[in-house]
Every structure is written in C-alpha cells, then in structure tokens.
C-alpha cells in the first residue's frame, strides 16, 4: 500500500469513528413508495417525489418520445449546437408557470446555484444566507469570492445586522472611490433539512429597506404551495418582489435538473456568464421533456387533486405528534435524534418494521444534530401513513412544538 492509499484508509477509518461513514443504497425498484432495498420491500418516506410524478406515465412517455425524436443525449454545450427545441419549450413553460419573463434550466439544481452567483458576485460584493441554506448555495458564495456572511436561521434581527454591516462597508467603500459593494441576500423558502418556511415577506422588507439583491431557492415548495402551485412567493404575493427564484426539476416535478427564473436581462447575463451553463453539455432531452410535462402536470386539475392528497397524507403525522397550535408541519419532517450513533440505529430499528429513512449526518446538517428525515408524498397510501404512524409510536417518539425527539429508541 502506498501513501496514496494508506491516507485514504485513514481518512475512512476516521469515518466510521465518528459514524459519519456512508454507503451508496442500491434500489432494485422505481422511485415508488415501495423500493426494494437488499432484496426487501420496505416503505419509502424519505423521497422528495412529492407528487409522485417520478414514475408517472405521461412523463416517461414524454422521456421516451424525446429520445426517439432528438437521441439519447444532447451533443454539446447549449451555446455550441447542444440548445434543442426540449430545452427552449422546458424554459419556455417555466416563465410562464412562474409568472415571470424567461427562465434557464441546468444540469442540477447545484450547479444553477454555482452558475448564478458566480456570474452576478465578486470578490467586491457580499452575500448574507441563512446559516441553515443548503450546501450548494453555501458553495456558490464561496466560490464566487464574495464576502460571505451568514445569520441565524430565520433570525430576522441578526440579518438586519448584517445587511447595517454591508451598507456602512459600501458607503466606506463610496468615500475611499472604491466601486460600491453589490448585496445579495439568499435563502431557501422551504428548508431541505427542517422543512420550516423562512419568513420571506419581512426578508423583502429588509432587502428593499437596505438595497440588496434577493434570492430563493424554492426547490422544496414549488408544485405544493400557493393557488397556481409555483411556490411559497406565489402563495405570499411576493413573486414580483424577488430578483432570482432558483429551483429544481428533481423533486415535485418528478424529473431532473435545475432552473433559474427572473427578468429577460438576468436570463441573459447567465447565458454569457454562469460558467456551470456556458462549459456543461446540454441536459440529455429525456430528462428534460419528462420536467416539462411535469411542469404541465402540476397546473391541471390532476396536479391539483395530487397536491391535495399529499396534505391529507401530512395530517395524520401533525395530529400524532402533537403540532403545538397554529403550526404546520410540511412535506419535510425532522425526526431530531442528536447523535450520529444513536440515528442510525434508530434508522435500522425503523427498517426491521419495514421502514425506510436513513439517518441524516454531518456534514448534511450539524454535529450532533443528527435527524430521520421524514418525507411524505401523494403516492402514499392512508394505510401506509398508518403503518408509519404505529412504527413511530413503537419507537416511544415524544413530541416537541413541530419538532420530534426521540428518547431511548433502541438498546
């Protein structure tokens, strides 16, 4: 063994020390309710498939008529000969789905967040971001050499200590004749790991007060909230409100990628800028015909009735773990345990009752705030919610407000 190798067994070795060491999960089955895991069938409640379009026939009839039609794979970047006719009418039906003027779809949801700021930040400007934003906008700050602040997750004061400190650096910056410091303030509105709503109308409030920039990441919201089912701004009227509304077409949507969606002239700057555009080859047109019919399914009456359903699925889990008034809990359940150990054996307690959620650990969230993320869909049956409902209560869970600790789940 070389010292190549005998590093990279130290590093894993220190891995599975700290029970932070992971394995890939084969699933021998569609993204269902049902997967088969290690040769069993357990119930899946940890899919972000919110509507359950993952394996919905129209969209993979879609898939299958965009291969016969435009091939397996795209050729090349969108700006070299990669932008066909799947891509511009998936861009073009999100605009409109998010009443907003244009729109650019990605590979990921990641790589948009990366593309985005990187094209409209430097090293002169500075981002402030909710603590607890998912990782891939934590990444996009960084790289885009910004100054990078955070506040405390959903703490509407710190914030506005924050966005104070970025006014009085530009107006410094404005008497040495240093050009003035560009803010942009970047939150999710649903958040991936504690399925709480960030308080986005007093956010815009202080964005407007101080002159930033605002963006949202709506991955977890868009298709499940607001009268049109574009998302939390959609529901609180704030559409028009925010610079740059980021998602994905990987979770309610049913499909794969990501999108930003915005003014003509945002579009157009992150065509000629956002590197992660520019240098990725176009997503195959599969992928990108099932997002659009996705996209379509959400607006009908059928997306509708889904959205409905997965709300009546969430309300047998709020009134068995005793949601303190005038809380609602979302798609998105943290069942708290704290230590990393001690999650994952209560992850395989949940498994030898025929259910699937793994247990959730650093660096996903915070040491020793280690969780079993709970997440329900429209394709779950009552009787399936009733089966997760009795293996929780087996487990002895003890509500907590809107969160669950869980007290001695296992040996």
């Known amino acids: 063994m070389n010292d190549f190798e005998r590093e990279l067994h130290s590093r894993l070795a220190m891995l599975r020390e700290q029970d932070l060491h992971r394995e890939l999960r084969r699933i021998d089955s569609p993204q269902t309710p049902q997967v088969i895991l290690d040769g069993r069938k357990l119930l899946n409640f940890s899919s972000n498939d919110y509507l359950g379009l ?31 006719v799947p891509h511009h009418q998936l861009e073009e039906q999100l605009a409109a789905f998010k009443g907003v003027e244009a729109a650019l779809t990605f590979a990921t949801g990641y790589v948009a967040a990366l593309g985005t700021i990187g094209a409209l930040l430097d090293k002169r400007d500075i981002v402030i971001l909710d603590k607890l934003s998912h990782a891939c906008l934590i990444d996009a700050a960084r790289l885009s050499g910004a100054t990078l602040r955070a506040f405390a997750h ?28 560009r803010t942009l303030i970047v939150s999710e509105s649903i958040f991936s790991m504690d399925g709480d709503q960030a308080p986005l109308r007093e956010i815009v409030k202080l964005k407007d007060r101080y002159g930033a920039w605002l963006m949202v990441d709506e991955a977890h919201a868009t298709g499940l909230y607001g009268t049109n089912r574009r998302g939390v701004l959609d ?16 979770k309610a949507v049913g499909a794969s990628g990501g999108y930003i969606c915005g003014s003509r002239a945002l579009i157009e700057l992150l065509v000629n800028r956002a590197r992660s555009f520019i240098f990725s080859t176009a997503p195959v ?99 399936e919610v009733e089966q997760l409902v009795a293996a929780l209560q087996n487990l002895e869970l003890v509500s907590n407000s809107s969160r669950i600790q869980v007290h001695a789940l296992v040996g």
């Open 235 to 250: 529901e609180l009227g704030l559409s028009g409100q925010v610079e740059i509304q980021m998602g994905t077409l990987g």
């Open 154 to 181: 959903n703490d509407l004061n710190q914030l506005e200590d924050k966005l104070k400190w970025a006014q009085d650096q530009a107006a410094a910056g404005a008497n040495g004749g240093v050009p003035r410091p």
């Open 54 to 84: 993952a394996n919905e026939p129209a969209l993979k009839e879609a898939a299958v008529k965009a291969i016969e039609k435009y091939g397996a794979g795209a050729g090349a970047s969108r700006l070299v000969s990669g932008s066909l």
């Open 285 to 383: 047109p599969a992928a990108v015909a099932a997002a659009a019919e996705g996209v379509r399914f959400i607006q009908s009456a059928a997306g509708e009735e889904r959205c409905r359903v997965l709300w009546e699925r969430v309300a047998p889990v709020e009134l068995a773990i005793a949601v303190s008034p005038g809380k609602k809990l979302g798609a998105i359940i943290p069942l708290i345990v704290g230590e990393e150990n001690k999650t994952l054996r209560t992850a395989d307690a949940l498994r030898e009752q025929g259910i699937f959620i793994p247990a959730i650990r650093y660096p996903s969230v915070a040491r020793r705030s280690a969780r079993l993320r709970l997440t329900l869909t429209a394709s779950h049956t009552a009787a």
